[in-house]
């Protein structure tokens, strides 16, 4: 059945432009693109159209851990927040950290995911000889834990992170975090603060020189093994300058900025307490501060969310008891668009490190932009102020650490390969719009 979509008169972002058009899509592709103004900034627009957003760091948790969310739920809350793909992460029950693993959840994908997904594949201490195997068409990158946080798939002994670097024929995704420094310091603080020290000691447990400390190391491994690097939610102000102590080497690197950094400081733990508590911590307002300015002129390449939901129940306790991680990927793009109302971005920029950066450095088929021929993976968003409350989750944990704040964008409608999947609050009957995203040569 031929499916067509027509937007007359509609402004849209994309490849440095704002512009009005008239858009048609047929048949899930962006078959005309009719331009008819250029805009200098999106004053006095109320009505958006931007690409879906593509967020590379998503936890959905399934299989093995489905009571925190699953595949259909958690891709329903990144479709209702105008995300259109995701890559997940492969700390699940089992892990994905075997060729079997991974060919199981891509069928789960495929059987349960509400917008167009794909798996990381997960570095373990015993599996590099695996990543040579890896079908690099339909894996995005390998996730590797220089830094153990929840799931405990922690690289750790010298010879197997080196394997990892040398071997893989994928970009490679770092959570970077100094697992000796970080002990010692819980270890201080448990003297200090008894068995389970208040959250506000967790960016001083997960400190900023356990940050650094590694994510130096990983770059100079990647230096030396030429092994692409994308190191995943940059906290530190010091970090944003590792893209400059890569040049001169072989190493290509890139660097992720995630919502919890760049939305809340220190001085929220008081207020917000474990609801912010990740990993790596929330640092303080002098590194979000940087961060942004880092969205701005470009050391950060990509904005992801690092969506990690666990049931408050799980958020209970301290430093050591309570969960690491937030559910985030439903409003990441209305909260990105916040961030551009208070001028820390351009809504060009926002489109390039949401949609555009996503879609090049994992060299994605066909989508992440607004051209003929591409993929109509689409977001509408409308200028109209709310106030986000525990009711408009759709993530199964059914909280937010954004509950209470006032936004000025709300996405009204989400289409993914030409289907209108998302409508003010109404889902697609089936998913059989979702689609595997397929990979271009690179490394
Ligand atoms: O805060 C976090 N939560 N950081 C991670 O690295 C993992 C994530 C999770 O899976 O809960
Ligand atoms: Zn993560």
Redesign the pocket.
């Known amino acids: 059945m031929a499916d067509s979509t027509r937007f007359h008169d509609i402004t849209y972002v994309n490849d440095g432009h704002i512009r009005r058009a008239d858009i048609i899509v047929e048949d899930g592709i962006i078959t005309s693109i009719t331009d008819k103004e250029e805009l200098a900034n999106a004053e006095g627009i109320d009505r958006l159209l931007l690409p879906g957003v593509i967020d590379d760091h998503v ?1 959905t948790r399934e299989p093995g851990l489905t009571h925190k969310g699953d595949l259909c739920s958690e891709t329903r809350a990144a479709a209702a927040g105008g995300v259109t793909s995701v890559m997940d ?1 492969p ?1 699940v029950v089992p892990q994905t950290t075997s060729l079997e693993a991974l060919r199981e959840r891509q069928a789960m994908g495929a059987a349960h995911a509400f917008v167009n997904y794909a798996f990381h594949f997960g570095a373990t201490n015993s599996n590099a000889h695996l990543l040579p195997q890896l079908d690099t068409t339909r894996v995005p990158a390998v996730k590797l834990f220089m830094g153990s ?3 405990g798939m922690l690289v750790d002994h010298g010879d197997a992170l080196r394997a990892v670097f040398e071997r893989s024929p994928l970009p490679i995704m770092v ?1 970077c975090e100094d697992s000796a420094i970080i002990a010692q310091n819980m270890q201080r603080a448990k003297q200090l603060s008894g068995d389970d020290p208040d959250v506000v000691h967790h960016p001083e447990i997960r400190s900023r020189e356990a940050c650094i400390a590694s994510s130096t190391l990983a770059v100079q491994l990647a230096r030396e093994t030429g092994a692409r690097l994308h190191i995943a939610h940059i906290t530190t102000k010091e970090e944003l300058n590792l893209q400059s102590v890569a040049e001169g080497g072989t190493a290509a690197v890139t660097l992720e900025a995630c919502l919890p950094h760049l939305l809340f400081t220190s001085d929220d733990y008081a207020s917000l307490g474990t609801r912010i508590k ?2 790596p911590a929330v640092k303080t307002a002098e590194d979000r501060n940087a961060l942004r300015q880092a969205l701005a002129d470009g050391r950060i390449f990509v904005v992801a969310t ?1 969506h ?1 939901p ?1 049931l408050l129940s799980e958020k209970q306790g301290g430093c050591a008891r309570a ?3 937030m559910p985030m990927v439903q409003f990441s793009l209305i909260a990105m668009l916040q961030l551009v109302d208070e001028g820390v971005v351009t809504l060009p920029r926002l489109a390039e490190l949401m949609c555009h950066n996503p879609a090049r450095l994992f060299a994605i088929e066909g989508r992440g932009f607004i051209r003929e021929g591409m993929k109509a993976d689409l977001a509408l968003v409308r200028r109209r102020p709310w106030t986000l409350t525990a009711d408009d989750v759709v993530s199964r944990c059914g909280w937010s650490p954004l509950e209470g704040r006032r936004f000025n964008w709300r996405v009204e409608q989400t289409y993914c390969n030409g289907r209108l999947i998302y409508d003010k609050g109404a889902f697609a009957e089936t998913n059989e719009h979702a689609c595997a995203l397929t990979f271009s040569a690179r490394r």
């Open positions: 936890h992460m700390n946080s929840t799931g959570h990740c990993n690092d990690a666990h969960a690491s991680g």
